[in-house]
């Protein structure tokens, strides 16, 4: 069973940078499909990225493409999510989640969540 703890969010103004980690435990993790979810206060819980067992194919929400990107390091049992030209509506509590099956757009084909990272963008 995998268990994963996130870190690397923090307060950063507009257009910085910030790079997410997601380290898990248990054996299983290089088998799974990783993703990295949002919750901002009073939205649902919403799709950043997603990348495939062995870190060959990545999927990106819209509203992150060509400034997120994902990564994953097997030897190492960890992901990342590396964040360039922040915006304050990237603002949101940031959660890594091991894929259960399904589609990788939605939470609920997700499990193992880790207990999430804050990432406060000041305009």
């Known amino acids: 069973q995998v268990q994963l703890v996130e870190s690397g969010g923090g307060l950063v103004q507009a257009g910085g940078s910030l790079r997410l980690s997601c380290a898990a435990s248990?054996?299983?993790?290089?088998?799974?499909?990783m993703g990295w979810f949002r919750q901002a206060p009073g939205k649902e819980r919403e799709f950043v990225a997603a990348?495939?067992?062995?870190?060959?194919?990545?999927y990106y929400a819209d509203s992150v493409k060509g400034r997120f990107t994902i990564s994953r390091n097997n030897a190492k049992n960890t992901v990342y999510l590396q964040m360039n030209s922040l915006k304050s509506e990237d603002t949101a509590i940031y959660y890594c989640?091991?894929?259960?099956?399904?589609?990788?757009?939605?939470?609920?084909?997700?499990?193992?969540w880790g207990q999430g990272t804050q990432v406060t963008v000041s305009s």
């Open positions: 990348i495939t067992w062995n870190g060959r194919i990545t």
């Open positions: 989640a091991a894929h259960l099956g399904g589609s990788y757009y939605d939470p609920l084909a997700f499990g193992r």
């Open positions: 248990g054996r299983t993790f290089s088998s799974n499909a």
